[in-house]
Nanobody, 119 residues
């Protein structure tokens, strides 16, 4: 499974972005997919996860009500919709694929996409 993130960029506070995680080499429908982020000088943290049945797990209280995760198995893509962005959302965002659950390890990682929230 190969994963490629896209959709990052520079956005003003309060703005929105939609990140995409496109899969190749295997059907994404068979994998749990998580979004993670790493800000400069900070450890990587989980954001949201979606399992093979479409159930979601929110890892980060700070994004609750602002970020949503969805999957389109026909497009072999998982999306992260980010609304009402704040400066503290600035980070490199990664998607990752696993085979068990949102609480297990992730074996496949994308290269990341930069999100910068600034006026």
């Amino acid at each position: 499974l190969q994963l490629v993130e896209s959709g990052g960029g520079l956005v003003q506070p309060g703005g929105s972005l939609r990140l995409s995680c496109a899969a190749s080499g295997s059907s994404l429908a068979n994998y749990v997919i998580g979004w993670f982020r790493q800000a400069p000088g900070k450890e990587r943290e989980g954001v949201l996860c979606i399992n093979v049945r479409g159930g979601t797990v929110n890892y980060a209280e700070s994004v609750k009500g602002r970020f949503t995760i969805s999957r389109d198995n026909a497009e072999n893509t998982v999306y992260l919709q980010m609304n009402n962005l704040k400066g503290e959302d600035t980070a490199v965002y990664y998607c990752a694929g696993g085979g068990s659950s949102c609480y297990a390890g992730f074996d496949y990682w994308g290269q990341g996409t930069q999100v910068t929230v600034s006026s």
